[in-house]
Nanobody, 120 residues
Framework: VQLQASGGGLVQAGGSLRLSCATSGRTFSMYDMGWFRQAPGKEREFVAAIRRSSGSTYYVDSVKGRFTISRDNAKSTVYLQMNSLKPEDTAVYYC??????????????WGQGTQVTVSS
């Protein structure tokens, strides 16, 4: 599975961005999908995930109510809608495909990352 993330950019605090992650192949619906982020000097953080079948979602507490993960199996694409962005959301965001959506170590395939910068 190959993943291509896009949609990052520079935005002011309070603004919005929508990240997309397009995947190759016909197996997208077989994977749970997640978004991770890594800020400079910090460890990678598990941000959001969505199950392959039920559409159940997970969010880290710091983004609940602001971020929304969704998927379109017909387009083999997962999205992360980010609203009310804060400077602390600044990071490189990665999409990933895995087997157990709430288990960060179960993600086997990774995209290349897209930079999100939120100015104060």
């Amino acid at each position: 599975v190959q993943l291509q993330a896009s949609g990052g950019g520079l935005v002011q605090a309070g603004g919005s961005l929508r990240l997309s992650c397009a995947t190759s192949g016909r197996t997208f619906s077989m994977y749970d999908m997640g978004w991770f982020r890594q800020a400079p000097g910090k460890e990678r953080e598990f941000v959001a995930a969505i199950r392959r079948s039920s559409g159940s979602t997970y969010y880290v507490d710091s983004v609940k109510g602001r971020f929304t993960i969704s998927r379109d199996n017909a387009k083999s694409t997962v999205y992360l809608q980010m609203n009310s962005l804060k400077p602390e959301d600044t990071a490189v965001y990665y999409c990933a495909a895995g087997r157990l959506y709430i288990v960060p170590n179960s993600y086997d395939y990774w995209g290349q990352g897209t930079q999100v910068t939120v100015s104060s």
